[in-house]
């Protein structure tokens, strides 16, 4: 495991992340994320580290308009899968794809495209299991409304479970799923399809 990566982790932790955070700025499992952060600074300990890959798409996330491309690509892949209403961005490297996304798919289809914000549970300081991420008030209401959720990368699925779930749960249609990677292999999820721009696969 790279010590750039371990002294990343340490330093988002020393700025109050939570797990779950870092999780999502490295874009590592929450297991990298937790064994990143119990290493010591220039000096690895002998502790073998998860399986994982990690991601840097620093390149596409300085650029406004590459971030444009990459939303449009997805939102190619969504309108696929039939009309869309909402935008539904996963917190926090989903929210700028689904923020140009709901403005591609109104040029594309000449309709109203909502936006909404997810914020997953392992974002909380002490999510328990029965918890669950919120859809924020501040955007667009998910009732009655047919969704493309959409975020940067899948590591393990648990969030696009619980997305799925939460927006079901509140009256929402989520038709399809749209990231830029994924590191999972999922096809679907509770009847729900996946799509991904890049799937890795770990050989063994």
């Known amino acids: 495991m790279n010590q750039d990566l371990i002294n990343r982790a340490q330093e988002l932790r020393n700025h109050g992340f939570t797990t779950g955070e870092i999780a999502d700025e490295l874009n590592v499992s929450m297991d990298t994320a937790q064994w990143l952060t119990l290493q010591r600074k220039e000096e690895t300990v002998e502790a073998e580290a998860p399986v994982d890959i990690a991601?840097?798409?620093n390149s596409l996330g300085g650029?406004?308009?590459?971030?444009?491309?990459?939303a449009a690509a997805l939102s190619d892949i969504a309108l696929k899968?039939?009309?869309?209403?909402?935008?539904?961005?996963?917190a926090t490297s989903g929210v700028p794809f689904a923020t140009m996304m709901a403005d591609v798919i109104e040029e594309l289809t000449g309709t109203t495209t909502c936006i909404s914000i997810f914020h997953p549970k392992k974002h909380r300081t002490n999510p328990t299991n029965s918890d669950e991420g919120a859809?924020?008030?501040?955007?667009?209401?998910?009732?009655g409304k047919k969704i493309v959720v959409v975020d940067d990368v899948i590591t393990s699925g648990d969030?696009?479970?619980d997305v799925i779930k939460v927006v079901k749960d509140h009256g929402?249609?989520?038709?399809?799923v749209t990231v830029l990677i994924d590191k999972s292999g999922l096809e679907e999820v509770d009847g729900v399809p996946v799509e991904s721009l890049i799937k890795v696969s770990q050989l063994s």
């Open 159 to 161: 969030t696009i479970t």
């Open 172 to 176: 929402g249609d989520p038709v399809v």
């Open 135 to 143: 859809i924020s008030s501040n955007f667009g209401t998910v009732e």
């Open 55 to 57: 991601i840097n798409w």
């Open 81 to 90: 899968h039939g009309d869309l209403d909402l935008v539904l961005g996963i």
């Open 63 to 70: 650029s406004a308009s590459r971030l444009r491309y990459v």
